[in-house]
Structures are given as structure tokens and as C-alpha cells.
């Protein structure tokens, strides 16, 4: 006889784990193709990754070392970068407006018919004359120290780094005229090694002509230091040599510093880096061997380099002053390193921010001045 409720019972007590057997089992289908499908991904995501890490290998290891030596002119390129040009859609002739101090954009022709842009920024006494553009040329020989400024690899005159040393230098009353070397800025022509140093020569000599007896002084920086010390070994031979020379975040020779640039980090450790790399870089005629340069530089040199710089590291710069100190006579002008600390985060651009970079300036150039007297002096007795 059943008992009333037995059908019921059974249904909840057996029914019931069935249910729950038969979801457990979806359940765990659902899981296994979850997972299943995660495995996939996992798979198809490291394939990938493995992929784009293949072709990255390959093209930095193989397809740039190749194309760099089967095409040595890419190095002339990569030394002058001329196209590089920050900021962009420069109006050189509205100079003011990005000087921010009285600023004459002109032209000049060298003798194999290049044409050179430069400014022309007035001594701070002067910002408040209101003096028209043809009176700037003769206002070179007032008795403010002149500064020629040589700037780096990359960009213009119109830099904003570069701006900055101007104004500093325009405050502490000096004239300072910024070139851009051939196929630079508004220049026209294409840069080489001879082609910017000639350039810088033609400015000089120029300025030399016109500057009375104004003090005279190069300012280069980075590779800018380079075409100063082989500008500067030109001008000594010839015995037309500046009061003083500033050398700005520079290096001991190109090869060093291309050895030493982030680009090259990649490739430092393979053993054709020399054949691959540095050798196409002699091959474009491109030496800028300052070490040996400035054994001939005789007035005095005050070398400036932040001890974080990335572009041109401390140690080439210590290589530098070394090299001043080591090579060049007793009866020269002396060499000075004035190094600036890490904490400070200059790097490779921003020395002219400095607070004490206007002092600095002017012990060297009181030296530079009182070497000058001397010299004179003794000339004068020797007569």
C-alpha cells in the first residue's frame, strides 16, 4: 500500500541530486571550454608577442646594420640633422617675437655663394633704444664683448635652449650673434664637415672685421664644440684667435661620441659595431676630432657639462678639458671644467638655466681680459 507522500518523497530525495548531477556536469563543460578558450587566447597572444619580437630583432639587428654600412650617406644625415627642426614653421625674420630682445634677422654670402642665416641680438642696455636694423652692423664695435654662437647637430638658431643662453648672455650686456650653418634653418646649401666649419669661419672673420676692439668670444655647444675647436685651431694658426672660448656639453671626438649616444645602445656589444657603424662615419669625411684640435687653441677655455647628460655623457666632456690640459703649452690660456651636478637636471640643453652661470661667465671673461693685458704688455716690451 503507498503511503500517502511516498512518490513525493522519492521524487525529493532522488530527484533532486539528478538535477544538481546534471548541472554540475553543464557547469563544468562550461568551465572546461572557458578555459579551453583562455588557453587559445594565451596561445595566439605569445605567438604574437613571439612575432613582433622576431621582426623588431630583425630589423634592429640586421635590416638597420645593413642598410647603415650598404649606405654611408645615411650617417651624414644622422650627424646633420638639418630636417629636424623644433619648433617648426620658424618666421626668422620676425626674431623679436621669439627673442623677446632686440634681434636683427640678416644674411650673409659666403665665397662658394652659400647663404647664411644669422641674428643679431643687442646688449640689454640697449633694449630700450629703439634702434632701427641698419644701425645694429655698427653698433659691433661699441665696446660690448661680442659672442658668436655655433649651436648643435639638430634644430636652428630659433631653439628654444638656445633662445634662453641668448637672453642671459643679452642681459649680462654682450652682443651675441647666432648663425645657422649651411643647409640649417633659412641656410641654403647641404652641411658637411668642412661646409659648417667654413661657414663658421666666414661669420667669424666677418665679425672680426667690424667688432673694433670690442672683446671677442666662440660659444659652442655639442657638436657646435666640435666646429668651434676645429674653427678655433684655423684661427690660431692664422693669428686671429678670439679673447676667450666657451665649449658647452662637448665631446672629445665623434667617434667617442657616437659610441657613447643612446642611438648606438643597441648595437655597442656587437663585434662589428666599429666596421658597421664608426667606419661609415669616417667614410662621409665626418672626423670632428677635437682632442687633437684644441692642442693648438691658445686663448683660454672654460668647459661646461652636466654630470646627467644622456646625449653627450660627463665623461667625454672630462676626456675634453683632459685633452686641453694635457696637449696644449704652459704659455697657452688656461682650460677650466665647471661641471654641474646631476640633481640639478640640466642634461644636455639646459646649463643657461643656471642661476650662477652669469658669474661664471664673468670670472672667465675677467680672466680672459686680464691675459689679454698681459699679452700686450709684454708684446709692447718686446718692441
Same mark, same amino acid.
Given at each position: @500500500?503507498?503511503?500517502?507522500?511516498?512518490g513525493?518523497?522519492?521524487?525529493?530525495?532522488?530527484?533532486? !541530486?539528478?538535477?544538481?548531477?546534471?548541472?554540475?556536469?553543464k557547469?563544468?563543460s562550461?568551465?572546461?571550454? &572557458? +578555459?579551453?578558450?583562455?588557453?587559445?587566447?594565451?596561445?595566439?597572444? *605569445?605567438?604574437? %608577442?613571439?612575432?613582433?619580437? *622576431?621582426?623588431?630583432?630583425?630589423?634592429?639587428?640586421?635590416?638597420?646594420?645593413?642598410?647603415?654600412?650598404?649606405?654611408?650617406?645615411?650617417?651624414? $644625415?644622422?650627424? =646633420? /640633422?638639418?630636417?629636424?627642426?623644433?619648433?617648426?614653421?620658424?618666421?626668422?625674420? +620676425?626674431?623679436?617675437?621669439?627673442?623677446? =630682445? !632686440?634681434?636683427?634677422?640678416?644674411?650673409?654670402?659666403?665665397? +662658394?655663394?652659400?647663404?647664411l642665416?644669422?641674428?643679431?641680438?643687442?646688449?640689454?642696455?640697449?633694449?630700450?633704444?629703439?634702434?632701427?636694423?641698419?644701425?645694429?652692423?655698427?653698433?659691433?664695435?661699441?665696446?660690448?664683448?661680442?659672442?658668436?654662437?655655433?649651436?648643435?647637430?639638430?634644430?636652428?638658431?630659433?631653439?628654444?635652449?638656445?633662445?634662453?643662453?641668448?637672453?642671459?648672455?643679452?642681459?649680462?650686456?654682450?652682443?651675441?650673434?647666432?648663425?645657422?650653418?649651411?643647409?640649417?634653418?633659412?641656410?641654403?646649401?647641404?652641411?658637411?664637415?668642412?661646409?659648417?666649419?667654413?661657414?663658421? /669661419?666666414?661669420?667669424?672673420?666677418?665679425?672680426?672685421?667690424? $667688432?673694433?676692439?670690442?672683446?671677442?668670444?666662440i660659444?659652442?655647444?655639442? %657638436?657646435?664644440t666640435?666646429?668651434?675647436?676645429?674653427?678655433?685651431?684655423?684661427?690660431c694658426?692664422?693669428?686671429?684667435?678670439?679673447?676667450?672660448?666657451?665649449?658647452?656639453?662637448?665631446?672629445?671626438?665623434?667617434?667617442?661620441?657616437?659610441?657613447?649616444?643612446? @642611438?648606438? &645602445?643597441?648595437?655597442?656589444?656587437?663585434?662589428?659595431?666599429?666596421?658597421?657603424?664608426?667606419?661609415?662615419?669616417?667614410?662621409?669625411?665626418?672626423?670632428?676630432?677635437?682632442?687633437?684640435?684644441?692642442?693648438?687653441?691658445?686663448?683660454?677655455?672654460?668647459? %661646461?657639462?652636466?654630470?646627467?647628460?644622456?646625449?653627450?655623457?660627463?665623461?667625454?666632456?672630462?676626456?675634453?678639458?683632459e685633452?686641453?690640459?694635457?696637449?696644449?703649452?704652459?704659455?697657452?690660456?688656461?682650460?677650466e671644467?665647471? !661641471? =654641474?651636478?646631476?640633481? %640639478?637636471?640640466?642634461?644636455? $640643453?639646459l646649463?643657461?638655466?643656471?642661476?650662477?652661470?652669469? +658669474?661664471?661667465?664673468?670670472?672667465? @671673461?675677467?680672466l680672459?681680459q686680464?691675459?689679454?693685458q698681459? /699679452?700686450?704688455?709684454?708684446?709692447?716690451?718686446?718692441?
Amino acid at each position: @500500500m503507498k503511503r500517502r507522500g511516498e512518490g513525493k518523497s522519492r521524487d525529493s530525495v532522488h530527484g533532486t !541530486p539528478m538535477k544538481q548531477n546534471l548541472a554540475g556536469r553543464k557547469s563544468s563543460s562550461k568551465s572546461r571550454t &572557458s +578555459d579551453s578558450l583562455f588557453a587559445d587566447q594565451s596561445k595566439w597572444f *605569445v605567438f604574437k %608577442l613571439l612575432k613582433v619580437m *622576431v621582426i623588431t630583432a630583425t630589423l634592429v639587428y640586421i635590416v638597420i646594420p645593413v642598410f647603415v654600412k650598404t649606405n654611408p650617406w645615411i650617417q651624414n $644625415k644622422i650627424i =646633420f /640633422l638639418n630636417n629636424l627642426r623644433w619648433p617648426p614653421f620658424i618666421d626668422f625674420s +620676425d626674431a623679436e617675437a621669439i627673442v623677446h =630682445f !632686440p634681434t636683427r634677422n640678416f644674411h650673409l654670402t659666403t665665397d +662658394d655663394e652659400i647663404r647664411l642665416g644669422l641674428w643679431h641680438v643687442l646688449p640689454g642696455s640697449l633694449k630700450e633704444a629703439d634702434i632701427s636694423f641698419d644701425k645694429y652692423e655698427a653698433l659691433l664695435n661699441d665696446s660690448h664683448p661680442v659672442v658668436l654662437y655655433l649651436h648643435g647637430n639638430s634644430g636652428t638658431r630659433a631653439g628654444w635652449h638656445r633662445v634662453g643662453l641668448y637672453r642671459v648672455l643679452a642681459e649680462m650686456n654682450f652682443h651675441v650673434i647666432a648663425m645657422d650653418y649651411r643647409g640649417y634653418g633659412d641656410s641654403s646649401g647641404s652641411p658637411s664637415e668642412d661646409g659648417v666649419v667654413s661657414d663658421a /669661419l666666414f661669420v667669424y672673420r666677418w665679425l672680426r672685421q667690424r $667688432k673694433g676692439n670690442a672683446p671677442f668670444f666662440i660659444w659652442g655647444h655639442s %657638436l657646435g664644440t666640435g666646429v668651434t675647436a676645429k674653427l678655433a685651431k684655423i684661427i690660431c694658426r692664422n693669428d686671429e684667435a678670439p679673447d676667450g672660448i666657451f665649449l658647452e656639453s662637448g665631446f672629445n671626438n665623434i667617434l667617442d661620441a657616437a659610441t657613447h649616444h643612446p @642611438m648606438a &645602445s643597441p648595437y655597442k656589444k656587437m663585434p662589428w659595431f666599429h666596421w658597421l657603424f664608426l667606419d661609415t662615419i669616417t667614410e662621409n669625411n665626418i672626423h670632428f676630432q677635437s682632442d687633437q684640435s684644441i692642442a693648438e687653441v691658445s686663448p683660454p677655455l672654460l668647459i %661646461l657639462h652636466a654630470e646627467d647628460d644622456v646625449i653627450v655623457p660627463f665623461h667625454l666632456g672630462v676626456k675634453l678639458y683632459e685633452a686641453a690640459v694635457s696637449t696644449r703649452p704652459d704659455m697657452y690660456g688656461p682650460a677650466e671644467f665647471v !661641471p =654641474f651636478n646631476a640633481s %640639478l637636471g640640466y642634461g644636455h $640643453k639646459l646649463i643657461f638655466m643656471a642661476p650662477e652661470l652669469p +658669474d661664471i661667465i664673468r670670472k672667465f @671673461m675677467q680672466l680672459c681680459q686680464e691675459r689679454k693685458q698681459k /699679452l700686450l704688455s709684454e708684446s709692447k716690451l718686446v718692441t
